[in-house]
């Protein structure tokens, strides 16, 4: 599975987001989705994720109700709509897929990851 990260950009604090990646190859419908971040200097960390089949989702603290994920299998894509950005959410977002239900904010229980887009908020 080949995932393809897009819709980062610069934005004021307040601002929002939709991130988009979409998946090639393989079986989008099968795999676990989730997005993670990464600012300089500091360690990739779990945003949010998602269940197959559109089910349960799972966010950070520091993001949970201001960012929701979700996927269209139609699309073999997954989002993360981002509201009432702040400047400290600024950083690299990853999606990345996995097959196991457990694990999720541990980025060894991912097997495929896309190439990042990178997010700016200006306070």
């Known amino acids: 599975v080949q995932l393809q990260a897009s819709g980062g950009g610069l934005v004021q604090a307040g601002g929002s987001l939709r991130l988009s990646c979409q998946a090639f190859?393989?079986?989008?419908?099968?795999?676990?989705m989730s997005w993670f971040r990464q600012a300089p200097g500091k360690q990739r960390e779990f945003v949010a994720g998602v269940a197959k089949r559109g089910g349960s989702t799972y966010y950070a603290d520091s993001v949970k109700g201001r960012f929701t994920i979700s996927r269209d299998d139609a699309k073999n894509t997954v989002y993360l709509q981002t509201y009432s950005l702040k400047p400290e959410d600024t950083a690299v977002y990853y999606c990345?897929?996995?097959?196991?239900?457990?694990?999720?904010?541990?980025?060894?229980?991912?097997?495929?990851w896309g190439q990042g887009t990178q997010v700016t908020v200006s306070s």
């Open positions: 190859g393989g079986d989008f419908s099968s795999h676990y």
């Open positions: 990345a897929a996995k097959q196991v239900p457990f694990y999720w904010t541990t980025s060894r229980a991912y097997d495929y």
